[in-house]
């Protein structure tokens, strides 16, 4: 899923995102809901027409973003009190008013409010997170005012404790969901530990249901998701970094900006099919981004986010060709990583 923050992928026209094989795209539940508001949402239509996507859409809780943005003057039982990070305002948020929003907004699938602690926290404060994430959730199945037209999905947190994860695991199963996610990855915790923890709860979560890694990742993340049994992604990797002019690559990852593409007259990537490829040069985009042209990012998201929906789809296949060891093993991309982005600067931009 392309991630659409502030109820817009940053810079590239819904026609073009569709064009790109994306099917379902994200919005963040804590950005609108301090701005324009939710109601102004639903009296614009609902997210669905805000955005211009008539196609399938996914609201997150909002829980990640107060955790990670927001300065938080309390986390009890009874939810999260913060300060907005655009007006200083005191907003209170907690299931049910996650549920209230969630349904204002008109996502077809809705996230369950949980809590997000830091990593480095103890394990002793990890279970507190736990339970509270499953009181919420149960908080959340109640007040849902939507449940014929909006699947609400469940989270498992649990930090980097295997019985914590199981535990959450088990308890949201208990409650059935029509879709699970995992969450609290990808916070530093470190790519084994990420797929230690994806081989503990992957398997445990119904395979009949959509299985959903949020906030996830690299190219490399991706695929190792995927060979424990997820399903969906979101990440704002594609188009933040496309933004920045760092093009994803099966080669390995460029940085458009560089003075060796000055007089390249080739693609970004000879083999892709996205708009950008088609029809500009790398010299061409790099001329963009220095003359400070609006179409250099455009078009590298929009490359970008092809490259994912490429490789997915090729994942895709290789599962059912019943290739997808080989392709694991053999495909470039299954590599990408972060250490390919440490010498790019300049990317810093709220979560
Ligand atoms: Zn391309």
Same mark, same amino acid.
């Given at each position: 899923?392309?991630?659409?923050?502030?109820?817009?992928?940053?810079?590239? !026209?819904?026609?073009?995102?569709?064009?790109?094989?994306?099917?379902?795209?994200?919005?963040?539940?804590?950005?609108?809901? &301090?701005?324009?508001?939710?109601?102004?949402?639903?009296? &614009?239509?609902?997210?669905?027409?805000?955005?211009?996507?008539?196609?399938?859409?996914?609201?997150?809780?909002?829980?990640?973003?107060?955790?990670?943005?927001?300065?938080?003057? @309390?986390?009890?039982?009874?939810?999260?009190?913060?300060?907005?990070?655009?007006?200083?305002?005191?907003?209170?948020?907690?299931?049910?008013?996650?549920?209230?929003?969630?349904?204002?907004?008109?996502?077809?699938?809705?996230?369950?409010?949980?809590?997000?602690?830091?990593?480095?926290?103890?394990?002793?404060?990890?279970?507190?997170?736990?339970?509270?994430?499953?009181?919420?959730?149960?908080?959340?199945?109640?007040?849902?005012?939507?449940?014929?037209? @909006?699947? !609400?999905?469940?989270?498992?947190?649990?930090?980097?404790?295997?019985?914590?994860?199981?535990?959450?695991?088990?308890?949201?199963?208990?409650?059935?969901?029509?879709?699970?996610?995992?969450?609290?990855?990808?916070?530093?915790?470190?790519?084994?530990?990420?797929?230690?923890?994806?081989?503990?709860?992957?398997?445990?979560?119904?395979?009949?249901?959509?299985?959903?890694?949020?906030?996830?990742?690299?190219?490399?993340?991706?695929?190792?998701?995927?060979?424990?049994?997820?399903?969906?992604?979101?990440?704002? &990797?594609?188009?933040?970094?496309?933004?920045?002019?760092?093009?994803?690559?099966?080669?390995?990852?460029?940085?458009?900006?560089?003075?060796?593409?000055?007089?390249?007259?080739?693609?970004?990537?000879?083999?892709?099919?996205?708009?950008?490829?088609?029809?500009?040069?790398?010299?061409?985009?790099?001329?963009?981004?220095?003359?400070?042209?609006?179409?250099?990012?455009?078009?590298?998201?929009?490359?970008?986010?092809?490259?994912?929906?490429?490789?997915?789809?090729?994942?895709?296949?290789?599962?059912?060709?019943?290739?997808?060891?080989?392709? !694991?093993?053999?495909?470039?991309?299954? !590599?990408?990583?972060?250490?390919?982005?440490?010498?790019?600067?300049?990317?810093?931009?709220?979560?």
């Amino acid at each position: 899923m392309p991630v659409g923050t502030q109820g817009s992928i940053k810079g590239v !026209l819904p026609d073009q995102v569709a064009a790109t094989g994306s099917q379902i795209i994200l919005a963040n539940t804590y950005h609108l809901m &301090l701005r324009p508001g939710e109601k102004t949402v639903a009296e &614009l239509g609902d997210l669905h027409r805000f955005m211009g996507w008539p196609g399938p859409i996914l609201t997150d809780s909002g829980g990640y973003q107060v955790f990670s943005l927001a300065d938080i003057n @309390q986390i009890t039982d009874q939810g999260v009190t913060f300060k907005s990070h655009i007006d200083g305002a005191i907003v209170h948020l907690d299931a049910k008013r996650s549920m209230q929003v969630q349904n204002d907004l008109g996502a077809d699938i809705i996230m369950a409010f949980d809590e997000c602690p830091d990593p480095n926290k103890p394990v002793e404060y990890q279970k507190i997170a736990v339970e509270r994430t499953m009181r919420w959730a149960a908080e959340c199945q109640v007040a849902h005012a939507r449940k014929e037209d @909006q699947s !609400l999905f469940g989270i498992v947190q649990g930090g980097t404790d295997r019985g914590l994860r199981a535990y959450c695991a088990e308890q949201l199963i208990e409650m059935d969901f029509p879709g699970y996610a995992v969450g609290g990855l990808a916070v530093g915790e470190g790519f084994a530990a990420m797929k230690a923890v994806l081989g503990w709860v992957t398997p445990m979560l119904p395979s009949d249901k959509p299985r959903y890694l949020m906030g996830v990742g690299f190219p490399r993340d991706i695929a190792a998701a995927v060979a424990s049994g997820i399903d969906m992604f979101d990440c704002v &990797l594609p188009t933040r970094n496309g933004r920045n002019a760092y093009a994803f690559t099966a080669a390995g990852a460029i940085r458009l900006r560089n003075s060796k593409f000055t007089r390249d007259s080739g693609p970004i990537e000879a083999d892709c099919d996205c708009y950008a490829c088609r029809n500009f040069s790398r010299g061409a985009i790099r001329h963009f981004f220095f003359a400070g042209e609006m179409l250099g990012p455009v078009l590298v998201s929009v490359h970008n986010v092809r490259f994912y929906q490429r490789l997915m789809a090729d994942l895709r296949r290789s599962i059912g060709e019943g290739s997808f060891l080989s392709f !694991l093993q053999n495909d470039p991309r299954c !590599l990408l990583g972060p250490s390919a982005q440490s010498s790019v600067e300049g990317i810093e931009e709220t979560p």
